[in-house]
């Protein structure tokens, strides 16, 4: 039996395939497009980045060609700042050496002028007597004044039993402290300036005169003994010892044996290569007096000190005759000079007189333990002695410490030799 197949329901459903296929091509078309405005914009995105990238990187480019040229500039005035150091540095070396030969050559002709005046002052006796004497005052004085009216020296000190560093191991011994100053020639210093984490780093300080830890207390002497002849000549004089607790101040100015009789210890004789400049400068001066006609000085002491900005009379006494605590007042007078009102004056014969003065005096001195050692003076010590004879005419050494407690970081000891001047005493100063 034979089929019959409507050509219109074939054709219906090939068209109802065809439709069902092209929605099936719209939606992956609007997929696809989906997909694609997705993919613009991350281009987008990636564009946008990558120009901020670029633009990163030119303006990096541009800072690194800035600072390239910047170092350039940088090294090339380096460069010319380290040709000109050099020249300068060349020229300080010439102009240190024509110093150095100058202070040599200075020195020579000036003992060879004293030398002369001597063997002059020798030879000639009689009624030229004085003249010659005078003539060898104003040599001298002149010589002084050519060495500096102002001199600074220093003085380095030993490594001491207390400059110890204590050790961390129990039972052990303690540890040697370095020394951080030595003496490179007669007027230099060499300082090791030591920070934790930096190298090692030396600097040099110049002076007149370095005195070194070998150096003896009449090595020292001798430096301030020709002021002693300016002193009776009438010029004003000053020495002072200046630096920190523990540097060795009192035993430069007073001696090791004057420290141990103040504190207690045996009492005795100083020996004369322990006795500082004040004892030697005592017994000089009493000897140079006796040379001369008798009654032509009379000597006369005063010792304050300075403690707390107040100035107090070491001298001073009540009416029993017992060290009273008296403070003085400073003025300053008509001519620009400092003096100390009601300051006592006690008179001495000879130098003996003047070291039990100082003897008694040290015991009236403020003193305060330190980690350093323990009898520490805390005051400024002066001591003045007036000859009246001539021009007003000053003697005062000084010795005295900073009112600062603390370790001694250091070891050098600074000492002011000469303030010189016919008239008026001039300000000593320290560097």
């Given at each position: 039996m034979p089929l019959f197949i409507n050509r219109d329901q074939i054709f219906a459903h090939q068209v109802h395939l065809l439709e069902h296929k092209l929605r099936s091509k719209e939606e992956r078309i609007l997929e696809l497009e989906t997909e694609n405005a997705i993919l613009q914009l991350r281009l987008a995105e990636c564009l946008g980045k990558l120009r901020r990238d670029h633009e990163k990187e030119t303006e990096a480019l541009k800072h690194h060609l800035q600072q390239r040229n910047a170092q350039k500039i940088t090294r090339s005035a380096l460069a010319k700042l380290l040709s000109e150091v050099q020249a300068v540095k060349l020229d300080l070396s010439e102009l240190f050496a024509v110093y150095l030969s100058f202070s040599t050559e200075l020195e020579e002709h000036s003992k060879q002028l004293l030398d002369k005046v001597q063997q002059v002052s020798c030879s000639l006796?009689?009624?030229?007597?004085?003249?010659?004497?005078?003539?060898?005052?104003?040599?001298?004085?002149?010589?002084?004044?050519?060495?500096?009216?102002?001199?600074?020296?220093?003085?380095?000190?030993?490594?001491?039993?207390?400059?110890?560093?204590?050790?961390?191991?129990?039972?052990?011994?303690?540890?040697?402290?370095?020394?951080?100053?030595?003496t490179v020639s007669d007027d230099t210093v060499m300082v090791n300036c030591i920070k934790t984490g930096m190298p090692v780093h030396n600097k040099m300080y110049e002076f007149e005169?370095?005195?070194?830890?070998?150096?003896?207390?009449?090595?020292?002497?001798?430096?301030?003994?020709?002021l002693l002849t300016s002193l009776l000549d009438g010029y004003n004089v000053c020495i002072m010892a200046y630096g920190q607790t523990g540097s060795g101040k009192t035993h430069?100015?007073?001696g090791s044996q004057l420290l141990k009789e103040h504190s207690g210890g045996q009492q005795g004789t100083q020996p004369g290569a322990e006795q500082g400049i004040i004892p030697k400068a005592a017994a000089e001066l009493f000897r140079m007096i006796s040379e001369k006609p008798a009654d032509s000085h009379t000597v006369e002491v005063s010792v304050m000190e300075v403690y707390n900005n107040e100035v107090l009379d070491l001298l001073a006494k009540d009416a029993q005759g017992n060290p009273v605590e008296q403070r003085c007042d400073v003025i300053t007078t008509s001519n620009g000079a400092s003096q100390v009102i009601a300051l006592k004056y006690q008179p001495v014969r000879d130098a003996s007189e003047v070291m039990q003065i100082l003897s008694r005096v040290l015991k009236l001195r403020a003193h305060c333990p330190t980690l350093v050692?323990?009898?520490?003076?805390?005051?400024?010590?002066?001591?003045?002695?007036?000859?009246?004879?001539?021009?007003?005419?000053?003697?005062?050494?000084?010795?005295?410490?900073?009112?600062?407690?603390?370790?001694?970081?250091?070891?050098?000891?600074?000492?002011v030799e000469p303030t010189l001047s016919p008239c008026q005493p001039r300000r000593t100063q320290i560097i």
């Open positions: 006796k009689g009624d030229r007597g004085d003249e010659v004497q005078d003539l060898q005052a104003v040599l001298h004085n002149t010589l002084v004044e050519l060495r500096g009216n102002i001199r600074v020296h220093c003085r380095v000190r030993p490594v001491l039993p207390f400059d110890h560093v204590p050790s961390s191991t129990p039972g052990s011994w303690p540890a040697l402290s370095e020394e951080v100053v030595s005169r370095v005195h070194g830890p070998e150096e003896s207390q009449d090595a020292v002497f001798e430096e301030v003994k020709p430069t100015m007073m050692h323990p009898d520490s003076s805390r005051s400024h010590l002066i001591v003045t002695s007036p000859f009246p004879p001539k021009a007003p005419t000053h003697w005062p050494w000084s010795a005295g410490s900073k009112c600062q407690e603390g370790h001694a970081a250091g070891r050098s000891e600074g000492m």
